[in-house]
C-alpha cells in the first residue's frame, strides 16, 4: 500500500483517484481472502479447504486480474485514462514485488506468478533467489517507503491512512504534526 500511495499522490489530483490508485497496488492479494473461508471451514467444523493454497498468487496476480482491476477502477475514477494507466503500473508494481521478496520460511516455499492466471499456468515466473517475506531487503524498503509517506503527509496534509478512512487521515496527520513540531521545539 505504501508504494501505491506514494505513486499516487504523486501522481493524481484529487482524493478519489489517489485512493482507487493506492488500492489498485493491494488488489492482487485480494485472491488471498480464500484464507478466511479455509479458517472458517476449519474453525466451524466443517470439511477442511485450501481455497488460499489454491488461488493465491494465482486468481489475481497476473495480466487478467490488472486488467479488471485497472478496468474496473477506472469507471469511479475522475480522470479515466490517468487512473486506468497507473492502476496497470502500480499493480504490476505489486507483481514484481511478489517475485522478488514473498517467499516462505523454507528455501522451497516460493511463490510463483501466473502471468495468465486463472486461465493458463503458462508462463509460470519463479525466481529461486527470492528472498523471505520478512527478510532484510523487504524490512529495509519498508522502512525507506514509511519513511517516504510520512514526509509526504507532513506535506500535503493527508496520507495513506486516508485510503481506508478520511477521519482516520485527519486524526493521524494531526498526530503526525504534533510529533513534529515537539521533535522540532527540543532540537
Not at 17 to 39: H, I, N, T
Not at 53 to 82: D, E, I, N, T
Not at 161 to 187: H, M, N, P, T, Y
Request: net charge positive; charged share 20%.
Amino acid at each position: 500500500m505504501l508504494a501505491s500511495w506514494l505513486i499516487a499522490a504523486k501522481t493524481t489530483d484529487n482524493p478519489r483517484d489517489c485512493r482507487l490508485v493506492s488500492l489498485a497496488g493491494v488488489m492482487p492479494d485480494a485472491d488471498g481472502l480464500g484464507l478466511a473461508l479455509d479458517l472458517a471451514n476449519r474453525v466451524l467444523g466443517r470439511p477442511e479447504t485450501e481455497f488460499y493454497q489454491q488461488y493465491h498468487h494465482f486468481a489475481l496476480h497476473g495480466l487478467p486480474g490488472s486488467l479488471v482491476v485497472a478496468g474496473g477502477f477506472l469507471l469511479f475514477a475522475r480522470r479515466k485514462l490517468r487512473v486506468g494507466v497507473l492502476a496497470l503500473l502500480v499493480f504490476h508494481l505489486h507483481l514484481l514485488f511478489d517475485f522478488l521478496g514473498s517467499r516462505g520460511p523454507s528455501p522451497d516455499d516460493l511463490w510463483p506468478i501466473f502471468y495468465f492466471g486463472p486461465f493458463s499456468k503458462d508462463p509460470m515466473l519463479l525466481w529461486h533467489g527470492q528472498w523471505r517475506l520478512d527478510a532484510w531487503p523487504n524490512q529495509v524498503f519498508t522502512w525507506i517507503l514509511l519513511a517516504a509517506a510520512l514526509w509526504l503527509a507532513l506535506r500535503r496534509g493527508d496520507s495513506f491512512v486516508g485510503v481506508v478512512s478520511r477521519w482516520a487521515d485527519e486524526i493521524f496527520v494531526r498526530v503526525l504534526r504534533k510529533w513534529r513540531d515537539a521533535l522540532q521545539r527540543r532540537l
